[in-house]
Structure formats: structure tokens, C-alpha cells
């Protein structure tokens, strides 16, 4: 987790662990939805520099990281539980029904 912004993402909670928790759960939200939850405007997308130029990172950590720092997520005890995020997720960003069949 080597990120510029490492130390606010720190203060946005007590401890790593809870940073790391809130992180990897929300990454693979992002992965679920197949990045279409994400409050990131196009122009705060992370990217990726290649010899082809640049594109949109695939690495779900980075988005949920960029996501904390923006200031739109909050980690706090007051959050949705995930099952019903889950569920309103599911009704906002419906996936396809091999997905839903797993």
C-alpha cells in the first residue's frame, strides 16, 4: 500500500487494520459491480502508464483507495450491512445471470 496519500487514508480511521478491512471489502465490491458502483468522476480514475499508453487500472485496490481519498465513502460503524448493500447494489447494477448463479 505504497500510495501517495497513504497517511490520510490513515487518518481516516484507528487503525491499519480497519483500513485494510474497509479496503478489501470495498475492492471487491468494485470487482462485483465490474467498476460501474464507483463514485470516481472519469477524470479521478486511476491509471496506468504502458507502452501502449495510458489506461484504466485494473487493480480494485488502487480504486477503492482513490475512493477513501476523494471523501464520498466513509468508514464508520453507522454503514450499510452488507447484505443489503448487496442488495440495492444488485438492483442499481444488475449483473448477468451466470454471475447471480455462483
Known sequence: MAE????????????KYRLTVVTAK???QLLRYDFKNTVLEPK????????EGDKPDPNPVTWA???LLTGRLKIGESLLPE??????????????????AD
Do not use: C, F, N, V
Open 44 to 51: 479521478e480514475q486511476p491509471r496506468m502508464h504502458t507502452l
Open 83 to 100: 447484505d443489503r448493500l448487496t442488495r440495492l447494489l444488485d438492483q442499481m447494477y444488475p449483473r448477468e445471470a451466470s454471475e447471480s
Open 65 to 67: 483507495m482513490q475512493e
Open 4 to 15: 501517495p496519500g497513504i497517511d490520510k487514508l490513515l487518518s481516516l480511521t484507528d487503525s
Open 26 to 28: 470495498r475492492a471487491q
